[in-house]
């Protein structure tokens, strides 16, 4: 089995979800790039754990049960996440992530 | 009890350290309670002790257990073994099971005295100190009973630890029992007890009774622990901390001049003597191989045939001179008379009856050396019999002139160390003994109805405002005569049987009889009579010439008299001679049978009861009585105004006056012709050395200070604290511009950060 695309791909996809994370302004799209940052992880989950199946060990699923936990934190995260950002858009009218300078030193 | 004697003197401790620090918030009731109570059970305890060592000598089989495979075997040269058993006693205490503890360690001590054996010291060490006396019925042991009985019974028990141990040498701790160490502890248990309950009444009231009794018991630990010390290391120790005691003691009221220079003048004058002590110590540890202090080894290696007699002979005259300062031989008896500017109950506890006999005790106590060194058993004269001869015709002849009661006792007391110590230097080691013992109780006897006397005479020891005291103070009047006709040595109170015992150890010697030593004791002998005799009539007889009217003193004070008086007269049974054996009941020499130390002891030779010298002495004594009796009461004598007629007797006179100018040639030749040249030279000394360095260092300091406080202190540590300030008050500034609270910056630098890593970790790992 071939581990570099998948893990080509993740490393692909993490870099454009870091980047969205850094450079986005509009507080929607900076969880958007977070899951696809965590995406990119289960994508290595899943990947790594097949490729451990097919090293005649039998089958292993704890790649797949580990993306499955990351996916259902990953749901409650974005769940707090919007709430924030609802929050935040109700008091300033705005989910530019720039505004929010609150702990500027 | 022979192996705990410590717990006497650690008693005593208990006691000063008790009123020491308690003793301001007690009552005088409450202090002196405390001080007589300890000197209280420390004599019972001294008597079951006594009792303890009279069951051991009279059945010597059931307790010889270990002791008698020492004495059987020194037969190859007594110091290495000695050395040898120290070292296996404290080996098999280690080996027992309850290791390290101090009640192991006693009972390994227990064994110690000679005990070579290893199976009686790992015995010892691993059994109750009971359960070691079966070891008696080993075979060996019984055999070894057989033949070595006498030397097994006496043969001393000392208990043991190591103190600290320094390459080969081993520093030991240790108390010793025999028959000298119990007499001595009996004694001073004793006369302390008595003189601690006679002190409730005469020092009633006085500003400082919590440090009298403080001192009082340091004193009693201090001798007791003196006495039972098995080293010259502890006997140092404690002969030391009775000089601090005396002199605390001398100077108690030191609000008089007079009475701090006493109490100066006895401690520098002890001084004197001490640095011959000091040294003779340090001579006999070298002697003896430089392995132990413990005074058993020395006494085995003086007893050596390879001992060095030189070092022997050097050793026992530095040894001398302590006992010369502390027994108050001549010629530094000088401070003894005045240090009865101390409380009379002091004088009678440690200037008469305890302290300053720890000079005999020291020869006694280390016999040996002084008998191999000085060869007193092969001589007819030697340097220690001729100063207690001399010492006892000075003290006798200076007592004459006195007009103080207490310094004519003084003198009387230098008179009877004289005894001591000569009967030492002949070789009359039990009379010497005998006599301290006796002397105590009749000397004390003495003090203590002279500090009657002067509790009702309004405080004066001056026999001029005396007299006629007979009527008034019938009680002290009684044991104070007693007490004189023992002092007298008049048959049969206890007196007669020790100075006897001494003058026929003198005139029978070892080899030649000591005739000089005879002179000068029944000479001394004569004279005692006399200058008691003045005394007695001073004091009690003729008319009163002080003020007030005397009174008896109250019981308190009375009972001790009784108690010493009863002592005067019964306790020279004790050493009845073989002379008055009747039947088989044994019941003489009971003195020599029960002290005399048979371990690492010379052989010396016993004199006999001498009757032509016993009614030489009690005639010579009468006369002496007589023309006392013709001159003060009768008035009636060829030698009234003798002193008038005959230029030689006034001048005679005048020198006994003046003390033999001893202290003139101690204050004015000695001191004074050191003093100046050496006053100057040290104050040109201190002028120009000490004060230049000091002035210079000074002026260094200061220059040094300022150089410090410039440079170092403002610019180096000021510097460094205000770098740290305004370091982190600037770092501070710039890095608060990071902080922009825009949390995708901080994302971005701590993506940055982890990239960073992520490359160094790709690349070097």
């Known amino acids: 089995m071939l581990l570099n695309q998948f893990l080509f791909l993740a490393a692909i996809l993490f870099c454009v979800g870091v980047y969205g994370v850094l450079a986005r302004r509009n507080g929607v799209m900076v969880l958007m790039s977070v899951e696809l940052i965590l995406n990119a992880v289960n994508i290595n989950l899943v990947a790594f754990g097949a490729y451990h199946s097919s090293l ?50 | 009890m022979l192996t705990h004697v410590w717990v006497i003197p650690g008693l005593m401790t208990v006691s000063f350290l008790l009123i020491l620090f308690f003793g301001k918030r007690f009552t005088e009731r409450v202090t002196s309670g405390i001080g007589i109570f300890f000197i209280a059970v420390c004599f019972v305890l001294s008597c079951v002790t006594v009792a303890n060592w009279v069951q051991r000598i009279n059945h010597p089989i059931a307790d010889i257990s270990a002791d008698v495979a020492l004495v059987t075997q020194p037969g190859g040269g007594p110091a ?60 060996a042991a019984t055999e070894a009973a057989a033949s070595a009985e006498h030397e097994a019974k006496a043969s ?67 001798m007791l622990f003196y006495v039972t010390s098995s080293n010259t290391i502890q006997m140092l120790t404690g002969w030391e901390l009775v000089g601090v005691c005396s002199f605390a003691l001398i100077g108690h009221w030191w609000e008089d001049k007079k009475n701090s220079d006493a109490a100066l003048k006895a401690f ?58 502390k027994s108050g031989q001549f010629p530094l008896h000088t401070w003894l008379p005045d240090a009865m500017a101390g409380p009379t109950p002091v004088s009678a506890l440690i200037h008469a009856a305890t302290m300053v006999v720890a000079g005999v005790y020291l020869i006694a106590r280390l016999y040996s050396v002084f008998y191999e060194g000085l060869n007193i058993g092969a001589n007819f004269v030697n340097y220690i019999a001729v100063i207690g001869g001399i010492t006892i015709v000075a003290g006798a002849l200076l007592a004459f002139v006195q007009t103080d009661i207490k310094k004519v006792l003084a003198y009387s ?25 006796t002397h105590a109780f009749f000397k004390a006897c003495l003090f203590l109805g002279a500090g009657s006397v002067s509790h009702a005479a309004h405080h004066t020891f001056d026999m001029r405002k005396m007299g006629g005291l007979r009527k008034f103070m019938p009680a002290t009047f009684a044991t104070f005569i007693i007490g004189t006709i023992a002092l007298m040595g008049l048959f049969p109170f206890a007196g007669f049987w020790s100075k006897d015992e001494v003058l026929a150890g003198s005139l029978n010697g070892q080899q030649h009889p000591y005739v000089l030593m005879l002179v000068l004791g029944v000479i001394g002998a004569a004279m005692t009579c006399l200058y008691m005799s003045r005394l007695i009539y001073l004091t009690f007889f003729g008319e009163y010439r002080g003020h007030g009217t005397p009174h008896e003193s109250p019981k308190v004070m009375t ?155 403002q610019k180096v540590i000021d510097g460094l604290v205000l770098s740290t300030g305004t370091g982190a008050d600037e770092s501070g500034e710039a890095l608060r511009h990071m902080q922009t609270g825009r949390v995708q910056q901080y994302a971005a630098l701590l993506f940055a950060g982890v990239a960073f890593l992520a490359i160094i970790l790709v690349i070097f790992v």
């Not at chain 2, 160490?181 to 020092?203: G, P």
């Not at chain 2, 230098?414 to 003994?433: C, E, F, H």
């Not at chain 2, 000490?690 to 170092?712: E, K």
């Open chain 2, 268 to 325: 520098l004058t002890n001084r004197v003597g001490d640095v011959g002590l000091i040294i003779g110590v340090v001579i006999t540890f070298y002697a003896a191989g430089a392995t132990s202090f413990n005074v058993l080894h020395i006494n085995q290696y003086a007893l050596s045939p390879g001992a060095n007699q030189t070092l022997l002979l050097v050793g026992g005259l530095c040894l001398f001179g302590g006992v010369t300062s």
């Open chain 2, 156 to 222: 001393p028990i000392v208990a043991r630890w190591t103190w600290f141990e320094w390459g080969s040498l081993k520093f030991e701790f240790g108390f010793i029992a025999d028959g000298l160490s119990i007499l001595m502890l009996f004694t001073v248990t004793a006369i302390s007890l008595l003189v601690h309950i006679y002190s409730k009444e005469y020092l009633h009231g006085d500003v400082r009774f919590t440090h009298y009794y403080a001192f009082l018991s340091l004193f009693s630990a201090a």
């Open chain 2, 413 to 437: 007391t230098i008179s009877q160390l004289g005894y001591m110590v000569m009967a030492l230097g002949v070789g009359a080691w039990t009379g010497a003994i005998f006599h301290l013992f």
């Open chain 2, 559 to 713: 009972i001790p008299l009784w108690i010493l008086a009863i002592g005067a007269i019964v306790l020279g049974f004790l050493n009845l001679p073989n002379f008055f054996k009747v039947g088989s009941f044994d019941y003489t020499t009971r003195f020599e049978h029960f002290v005399e130390p048979t371990f690492a002891f010379p052989e010396i030779n016993h004199a006999e009861f001498n009757v032509g010298l016993a009614v030489g002495t009690t005639v010579v004594a009468g006369i002496a009585i007589f023309v006392a009796y013709q001159y003060f009461w009768r008035r009636k004598s060829v030698f009234l105004g003798l002193r008038d007629k005959v230029r030689a007797f006034a001048w005679g006179y005048k020198v006994l006056e003046n003390k033999f100018y001893l202290d003139h040639l101690y204050t004015d030749v000695v001191v004074g012709g050191v003093k100046g040249p050496v006053a100057r030279a040290s104050y040109w000394f201190n002028n120009q050395v000490i004060d230049t360095v000091v002035n210079s260092a000074g002026r260094g300091a200061v220059a040094s200070g300022r150089a410090l406080y410039t440079q170092v202190d």
């Open chain 1, 56 to 105: 005649d060990q039998g089958l292993d699923v704890s790649g797949q049960v580990f993306a499955l936990f990351v996916i259902a934190i990953a749901a409650a995260e974005v769940g707090v996440g919007l709430a924030l950002i609802l929050l935040l858009y109700r008091n300033s009218r705005s989910i530019d992530v720039d505004d929010i300078d609150l702990m500027k030193g």
């Open chain 2, 80 to 139: 290495p073994i000695a050395g040898q058993s120290d070292r296996e006693a404290i080996v098999g205490a280690r080996r027992g099971p309850l290791e390290g503890s101090i009640d192991q360690l006693v009972k390994a001590g227990e064994t110690t005295t000679p005990a070579s054996a290893e199976a009686a010291t790992t015995e010892a060490a691993t059994t109750e100190p009971a359960a070691t006396e079966p070891a008696a019925t080993e075979p």
